[in-house]
Nanobody
Framework: QVQLVESGGGLVQPGGSLRLSCAAS???????????MEWYRQAPGKERELVAA???????NYADSVKGRFTISWGNAKNTVYLQMNSLKLEDTAVYYC?????????WGQGTQVTVSS
């Protein structure tokens, strides 16, 4: 498995932008076996939900609530994934988690808080 560290969360006004980063650390072999990475979020009192996903080949998928506003992408080294969040809304407030998927395992990060407030 790998260790995932998220960063980039914070407080932003409605309509603003944030970019979240998720860095994976581990052996070269374990990072090589990652076939997809995902961003989830969990708001207070709500279940954790999938926000965006990207495969090792670059295919992406988004929740309907964020389509057109959020973009998931790989970093150059393919051990980092980003979530660019634009036009943020109050309802985007949540703890955002990164998840790495491989055939034999998956790993979660510790989460980063995103608060959208005026």
């Amino acid at each position: 498995q790998v260790q995932l560290v998220e960063s980039g969360g914070g407080l932003v006004q409605p309509g603003g932008s944030l970019r979240l980063s998720c860095a994976a650390s581990g052996t070269i072999f374990t990072i090589f076996t990652i076939n997809a990475m995902e961003w989830y979020r969990q708001a207070p009192g709500k279940e954790r939900e999938l926000v965006a996903a990207i495969t090792s080949g670059g295919s992406t998928n988004y929740a309907d609530s964020v389509k057109g506003r959020f973009t998931i992408s790989w970093g150059n080294a393919k051990n980092t994934v980003y979530l660019q969040m634009n036009s943020l809304k109050l309802e985007d407030t949540a703890v955002y988690y990164c998840k790495a998927n491989a055939p034999a395992w998956n790993s979660w990060g510790q989460g980063t808080q995103v608060t959208v407030s005026s």
